[in-house]
């Protein structure tokens, strides 16, 4: 199985702030990387697939980039929504396999 | 609009069945794939399949084989998700969500439906 480990497991970040949050495979996945956003008893919402590719309706403070077995998402300017619970998820081979999860609270 | 619609909490005992049935609504069932899933309490997120609502193929997480099936019914566009011999660590709240063609990721998402697995 494909291991995805993210960076840091948690952040504490302000308002207005830019963040990256970065996620690595264990091996190369190409750009078939998705990011989710997660609240607390909310099923995930999808934020970036192909690893860079804005799905529709998110904010464009969102962007994700990397191929091979490094990958990032970075909020340019953090708004009080965005605090959160962020995964990156693998579909370059089953099982598909989630990072732990990157927790961004409020600093 | 698009929506998925899961069903209410289960709890079940230890060795039983669960059957978690996810509704959709707003797009051409068969026209994309369902996948599951879980996440248990605290933790983060487990990929458990996902079903071809067109022709019913299947691709089940490893760890899940032979404990897990996922049928579609395409009159009601019905997804299921059935995981027999309950074991106290399937506790969790169970996700269906929409998957897209190749590459485009799990674009909607159900509500999810916490099973518990108490004696």
């Known amino acids: 199985d494909i291991q995805m480990t993210q960076s840091p497991s948690t952040l504490s970040a302000s308002v207005g702030d830019r963040v990256t949050i970065t996620c690595r495979a264990s091996?190369?996945?190409?750009?078939?990387l998705a990011w989710y956003q997660q609240k607390p008893g909310k099923a995930p919402k999808l934020l970036i697939y192909?690893?860079?590719s804005l799905e529709s309706g998110v904010p464009s403070r969102f962007s994700g980039s990397g191929s091979g077995t490094e990958f990032t998402l970075t909020i340019s300017s953090l708004q009080p929504d965005d605090f959160a619970t962020y995964y990156c998820?693998?579909?370059?081979?089953?099982?598909?396999?989630f990072g732990q999860g990157t927790k961004l609270e409020i600093k | 609009q698009v929506q998925l619609v899961q069903s209410g909490a289960e709890v079940k005992k230890p060795g039983a069945s669960v059957k978690v049935p996810c509704k959709a609504s707003?797009?051409?069932?068969?026209?994309?794939?369902i996948s599951w899933v879980r996440q248990a309490p605290g933790q983060g997120l487990e990929w458990m399949g996902w079903?071809?609502?067109?022709?019913?193929?299947?691709n089940y997480a490893q760890k899940l084989q032979g404990r897990v099936t996922m049928t579609t019914d395409t009159s009601t566009s019905t997804a299921y998700m059935e995981l027999r011999s309950l074991r106290s660590d399937d506790t969790a709240v169970y996700y269906c969500?929409?998957?897209?063609?190749?590459?485009?990721?799990?674009?909607?998402w159900g509500q999810g439906t916490t099973v518990t697995v108490s004696s």
């Open positions: 091996q190369s996945i190409s750009n078939w």
């Open positions: 969500a929409r998957r897209r063609a190749a590459g485009n990721g799990m674009d909607v």
């Open positions: 192909k690893a860079s």
């Open positions: 707003g797009y051409t069932f068969t026209n994309y794939g």
């Open positions: 998820q693998q579909y370059n081979s089953y099982p598909w396999t």
């Open positions: 079903i071809n609502a067109y022709n019913g193929n299947t």
